[in-house]
């Protein structure tokens, strides 16, 4: 058994060197996408800023009216956010909800169409499917190291960290919404004459929507579970007092900036569930 | 010019076309085919031409064929060998070999499908359902919309135009799964077993409305079935499938009359013969009637005769002596109205339906007359023998 220990395959050093190279030979990318990603989410927090408090408020309240039509959601959700406002943590969630948008938007941007092209070549889902198995089984902190060497600190590896937790949940729902469209309603539209984009926009995409949306959903909450981690590398928002709690054994601290994430949770899962459901029309 | 022409076809699928069209041409069954590590044949050697405005049903059990044919017709399975031919104005469109575009003209403008799950959008309301193939052939929304609107009026469903299929009952998802067809102005019609999942008195009643539908827009129609009765009822002619082959094709009394084997046989014993047959393959010669002086005797237990020129008109009849009334019968005049013991004559084209109730009506058999001679008569041993399934055999013998 010796002879195994003595000759340790150097796996870590092998990725590490990758990384290296990557770093070395790839700078100017990285650095393009992490000053521009930066830009951009610091753009779209200032927007938000701009404003005073009870807009984004209003805005929130209208829209989960108009998704949903419930009196108690309203209420909830404008007591919710008087009571983040309250403790103080209005700019941290502000900037926690851009994150989670950002991530979202661009998992969703990616995940879709990586879905689509999936449930259409089964040979390339057998390929990915290991890879998204691994993309959210290995300890967010694993890789949370090479993005950071990639990108700097601050913001920018806190989301590609959260995109690579929460991409996998639009590309598995959106594979398995088109992969289950009824047959009969694919050969209906064949049998139509549908070109193939036609019988993606008018009959799988449609079929595969509840599908879909419970994918993006699934990904608004995956994202939102990465803040704390995020903020370890620098991302500003709801994360960052948690840590600082956590270093300074501040209960109170702890728990106020956790029920803000909780509150945070709670809205964006309320509003974004199944939204738009047919019963209304 | 047949609508659609189709000339030994061979659906196979899978990957393995080759040598499966090889172990096919060696006479191997179907499975003796995927024991070698072949494909499954779903069409061998079929060859069928529809005629122009006529309704064709595929019949056959399942597994027997008739669905992977009725789906070579607008390229939804493949065509592994032969010719699929599809009118297309003055031209005949090969299936099998045109390109994409050609393919999607014909579905769009040529050929429309009804699906026997109905295959309706569950995200659309009815009248854009029946507006998606309009949508696919590019049509703008105003437009589409209006003609939709007509078509479901046409079926009578105008004022569910906002609902969601699912909110339908079978019948009506169906009727928006026809009216869909319709929409597309397309002269031929694929109905893969349209009316099968729909209950019998629903079924029936859908049947009767495709029939009149038929005879106003005059389509050309391709009609899978399992059900020899349904087949009847609509058919102009008759396909029976079993094996992946067609092994009868010809008019709904052929069929019956002629069974090619055990199996069509055993679908026409259980079918109900009283819409198909008429008097003239039921009926007792005139040649082979008893003769009695100058007589023919129909009944001899209560010597009821007739007696005819000599050319074989029917002159006048008599039971025991007294006269019996004559009455010529066309289809049209109600039965009811006829008088007991008047001996009717009709035509030998009448169905066995009437000729029963004529039968039930007057008391005496049915004299069949052709260009006024005297053909044969209709009693009820011939009945008798129509309703147990013997005719076959009986006109056989």
């Known amino acids: ?281 | 010019m047949s609508a659609i022409s189709i000339r030994n076809l061979d659906v196979v699928f899978g990957d393995n076309v080759e040598t499966s069209l090889n172990l096919l041409d060696q006479g191997k069954t179907r499975q003796e085919i995927i024991d070698l590590g072949g494909n499954v044949v779903g069409v061998h050697n079929a060859s069928i031409e529809v005629a122009e405005g006529e309704i064709c049903v595929l019949m056959g059990l399942s597994g027997s064929g008739k669905s992977s044919l009725l789906r070579a017709v607008n390229g939804l399975n493949p065509i592994s060998r032969g010719n699929l031919l599809v009118q297309d104005g003055e031209q005949m469109v090969d299936i099998g070999a045109c390109d994409e575009a050609t393919l999607r003209h014909m579905r769009t403008r040529r050929i429309s499908m009804v699906f026997q799950n109905f295959a309706l959008m569950p995200w659309l309301t009815v009248l854009d359902n029946v507006a998606f193939g309009l949508e696919m052939q590019g049509m703008g929304k105003q437009e589409r919309r209006a003609k939709a609107m007509e078509k479901l009026e046409m079926v009578g469903l105008h004022e569910w135009s906002n609902k969601y299929a699912h909110e339908l009952s079978g019948g009506m998802q169906q009727r928006v799964g026809l009216a869909r067809a319709f929409a597309m102005d397309s002269d031929i019609l694929l109905m893969d077993e349209p009316f099968s999942a729909l209950d019998p008195l629903i079924r029936s009643q859908l049947q009767d409305e495709l029939i009149e539908l038929q005879q106003r827009l005059n389509k050309t129609i391709l009609f899978v079935s399992h059900d020899l009765d349904e087949a009847l009822k609509i058919g102009t002619n008759i396909a029976i499938m079993e094996s992946a082959e067609i092994i009868q094709h010809g008019k709904p009394e052929d069929i019956v009359l002629n069974p090619v084997n055990a199996y069509v046989e055993e679908f026409v014993a259980h079918t109900n013969p009283l819409n198909v047959l008429k008097g003239r393959s039921l009926m007792t010669g005139a040649a082979t009637l008893e003769r009695f002086d100058d007589m023919l005797v129909l009944n001899r237990n209560d010597n009821t005769c007739i007696s005819t020129s000599d050319s074989g008109q029917v002159v006048s009849a008599s039971r025991q002596g007294k006269p019996l009334a004559l009455h010529h019968w066309q289809e049209g005049q109600n039965i009811d109205l006829l008088q007991e013991d008047t001996l009717v004559m009709a035509t030998p084209d009448i169905s066995m339906r009437h000729a029963i109730e004529i039968r039930y009506r007057t008391g005496q058999p049915v004299l069949l007359n052709e260009d006024d001679i005297l053909v044969g008569i209709l009693s009820d041993n011939d009945f008798y023998h129509a309703l147990l399934g013997k005719h076959f055999t009986a006109s056989a013998a």
Not at chain 1, 30 to 52: C, R
Not at chain 1, 72 to 82: D, G
């Open chain 1, 1 to 281: 058994m010796n002879w195994i220990t003595e000759h340790k395959i150097p796996l870590g050093s092998w990725m590490e060197a990758f990384v290296d190279w990557l770093t070395f030979n790839a700078a100017g990318f990285f650095d393009t996408i992490s000053v521009s990603l930066e830009w951009l989410i610091l753009f779209i927090v200032d927007i938000f800023q701009w404003f005073p408090p009870y807009v984004p408020m209003i805005l929130t309240a209208a829209l989960a009216w108009a998704l949903h039509r419930s009196i108690p959601l309203v209420i909830f959700v404008v007591v919710a956010l008087l009571l983040i406002l309250n403790l103080g943590y209005w700019q941290e969630m502000l900037e926690t909800f851009v994150l989670v948008l950002t991530a979202t938007t661009l998992s969703v941007m990616f995940g879709i169409p990586i879905g689509i092209l999936a449930a259409h070549k089964p040979r390339i889902y057998t390929y990915l499917r290991p890879v998204l198995d691994m993309m959210q089984t290995i300890p967010t902190f694993v890789y949370l190291i090479p993005t950071l060497v990639l990108f700097g600190l601050g913001v920018v590896p806190g989301l590609i960290s959260t995109i690579i937790f929460a991409i996998a949940a639009p590309i598995r729902l959106t594979y398995l919404g088109i992969s289950k469209v009824p047959e009969n309603l694919i050969e209906a539209g064949k049998a139509f004459g549908a070109t193939p984009m036609k019988l993606l926009f008018k009959v799988e995409l449609p079929a595969a929507m509840p599908s879909i949306m419970a994918g993006i959903t699934q990904c608004i909450m995956l994202s939102l579970s990465m803040v704390v981690i995020a903020a370890l590398v620098g991302a500003d928002g709801l994360g960052k007092p948690v840590i600082r709690a956590l270093n300074t054994v501040n209960i109170s601290q702890g728990f106020e900036a956790g029920l803000a994430i909780v509150l945070v949770a709670i809205i964006l899962d309320r509003i974004f569930k199944a939204p738009g459901s047919k019963e209304e029309g």
